[in-house]
């Protein structure tokens, strides 16, 4: 589900958005691997001022049963969790699985301590 509008939701009688939703959800991204699927969700808060984001890992654990874990991530801690999610994705990669080809995976920048390394190295 995205918004594309210039105006993407509409103002409620007491003042606040309703993006057409479930829970004032304003986008999403499912992304789907083997019998886990995550979602990635914007929502707006109740006031419909500010928004967040929540991940969502569901995972198949019987014929109609599904097992969901959330984790809700607001603005001000985005930069720390990305940094946090490519730090630890490049130590796998380098360190523990240097020869696996991870599909799909954009490049990762380089963590600051490795990158003064490396102009170190150069000097």
Do not use: C, N, W
Not at 16 to 23: A, E, L, N, P
Not at 69 to 92: M, Q, T
């Amino acid at each position: 589900m995205s918004y594309s509008d210039d105006k993407p939701f509409t103002e409620k009688e007491d003042g606040r958005r309703d993006y057409g939703g479930r829970r004032d959800e304003v986008y999403s991204r499912r992304v789907l691997a083997g019998k886990r699927t995550y979602f990635f969700d914007v929502k707006a808060t109740r006031s419909g001022e500010d928004f967040f984001v929540t991940i969502t890992e569901s995972k198949r654990v019987g014929d109609h049963r599904y097992e969901k874990h959330k984790i809700f991530l607001y603005k001000e801690d985005f930069g720390k969790f990305v940094s946090a999610v490519h730090d630890v994705i490049g130590h796998v990669k380098r360190e523990l699985l240097p020869d696996y080809e991870f599909r799909g995976l954009p490049p990762l920048p380089q963590a600051p301590d490795e990158a003064e390394e490396s102009e170190l190295a150069s000097e």
